[in-house]
């Protein structure tokens, strides 16, 4: 299981952005820590501390606010 929750991750996320860009569904979590993770996967450098696996990593950069979601 991933941590941060869905719900903490949700809220972190739109707590950055106005509220008309305020993200309304998983999809787009799920589609820009996926493309973040395979980033990581194909030798881009992290943006904090390298967790286990690149997923793990890709979720906890977003939730520090170190990618956006546009």
Do not use: C, F, W
């Not at 996926?34 to 501390?49: I, N, S, Y």
């Amino acid at each position: 299981m991933l941590h941060p929750s869905y719900s903490d991750l949700m809220s972190r996320v739109n707590d950055r952005k106005e509220e008309a860009d305020q993200l309304r569904s998983r999809y787009s979590i799920v589609i820009a820590t996926a493309k973040r993770a395979r980033q990581l996967v194909d030798g881009d450098e992290p943006l904090v501390k390298r967790l286990p696996r690149s997923l793990s990593t890709a979720v906890m950069e977003l939730y520090e606010g170190k990618i956006d979601i546009v």
